[in-house]
């Protein structure tokens, strides 16, 4: 079975540009969470996601954007790239929106450079 | 952002001994989770706790929901080589339809053959 997977698995950008990040959910899925991963530091939530409607949403600015589409796969979206956004992005899926049972299972993630 | 308190922050064994590692919140949990993340990969779920006071085993981990519900424990017996990695705990709020999880600090185990 195919686990959650996600693209691209490393890019680098320059500043003040925009990236677009991929995420398919485990089948079965309808829940798709975004956190943020600093070098040396544990995920940081961005967003949640279920049945296409956000559900959650972390302390991240308004640059950081997010939708899943009818299929459950989602794209995570960041503009005016800063330095300090460079990190390990992962997306995590769930069968639920939350409870029991409500494990979250993390894809690879995509590597973000920011220079 | 917010992350729990976990610690130690990092432990140096030999293979064959058992190993500890904790976790601390100021709120209140109504789940636990303990991850392991390998170099360059995501955290891959170890153990999910749903009750204050559970204690669940996974094979050579066992891991406690604390009867306070802040805090955790994870236990690992007769460590082995493949053990070694970074190794989180996740706890989830009372309430709310989020699967928002605050991640602990993070504990590095490297295991010496």
């Known amino acids: 079975d195919a686990g959650v997977t996600q693209s691209p698995t490393h890019l680098i950008k320059t500043r003040g540009q925009h990236v677009t990040l991929r995420c398919s959910p485990i089948?079965?899925?309808?829940?798709v969470s975004w956190y943020q991963q600093v070098l040396g530091q544990g995920p940081q939530f961005i967003f949640q996601y279920y049945e296409k409607e956000e559900r959650g949403r972390g302390n991240f600015p308004d640059r950081f954007s997010a939708r899943q589409f009818p299929n459950y796969s989602s794209e995570l979206n960041v503009n005016a790239l800063l330095l300090g956004d460079s990190a390990l992005y992962l997306c995590?899926?769930?069968?639920?929106?939350?409870?029991?049972?409500?494990?979250?299972?993390f894809g690879e993630g995509s590597r973000l450079t920011v220079l | 952002g917010q992350q729990l308190n976990q610690s130690p922050q990092s432990m140096f064994i030999q293979e064959g001994e058992d190993v500890s590692m904790n976790c601390t919140s100021s709120s209140i949990f109504n789940t636990w989770l303990w991850y392991k993340q390998d170099p360059g990969e995501g955290p891959v779920l170890l153990i999910a706790?749903?009750?204050?006071?559970e204690l669940t085993s996974n094979g050579r981990l066992t891991a406690q929901f604390g009867i306070t519900r802040k805090d955790s424990f994870l236990n690992i017996s007769a460590s082995i080589p493949s053990d070694v990695g970074i190794y989180f705990c996740a706890g989830r709020t009372v309430g709310g339809a989020t699967n928002k999880l605050i991640f602990g600090t993070g504990t590095l185990l490297a295991v010496q053959p």
């Open positions: 995590a899926s769930s069968l639920g929106a939350g409870g029991v049972p409500g494990e979250l299972f």
């Open positions: 706790l749903y009750k204050a006071g």
């Open positions: 089948s079965g899925h309808k829940s």
